[in-house]
């Protein structure tokens, strides 16, 4: 059964079959709500159009496969440095925060207790999208599995970041 319809501007869906379903819900708010890292004082959520297209809770479940993903995209004007140094101390709840550029690890640590490193990239493998985010620094905290990331990129008018939580299937593999 489909519930939800993206065409009335309802971005909202969700998808019920007998061993599982998909819920996908855009919106700053359904977003915000359940990703555990406050907003930075004073961003403003990033639009398209003037909708939350950069916003998502996406919930995956078959079986024994569970996937979720919620993401959304900031701007600040102020300096990638004020917003690093400040998702710094927030991602500290989930225990060590490493530094990531071009998925390699900037200081110390270089992995976390749980064994995340910056090549346990759960959004944006391959050579593309490296490519793509080359300007990006991301801090990570959490496991393999279960991982908070802020990815930051400076612009001409401040920083743009996303704030991403990631709950990946219990058979995901590191890919080196």
Known sequence: MVKGNIADGKDNVKVEIPFGGMQVRTGDHAVVAGLGLPVYP??????????????????????????????IGYHSGDSPDKVLAFYK??????????????????????????????ANDGYSNGTQAQKENAD?????????????????????????????????????????
């Open 136 to 176: 990006e620094t991301q801090l990570k905290a959490g496991s393999k599995l279960h991982q908070h990331i802020v990815a930051v990129t400076q612009k001409s008018d401040g920083t743009k970041f996303a704030l991403i939580a990631l709950d990946l299937p219990g058979d995901h593999r590191e890919t080196n």
């Open 42 to 71: 004073g961003a403003t959520a990033l639009k398209e159009d003037g909708k939350d297209k950069n916003a998502v809770d996406m919930d995956m479940s078959f079986g024994s496969f569970h996937l979720r993903i919620k993401a």
């Open 89 to 118: 101390k927030s991602l500290g709840r989930y225990g060590d925060v490493i530094e990531c550029r071009n998925h390699q690890a900037v200081g110390t640590p270089t992995k976390t207790a749980e064994g995340l490193t910056c």
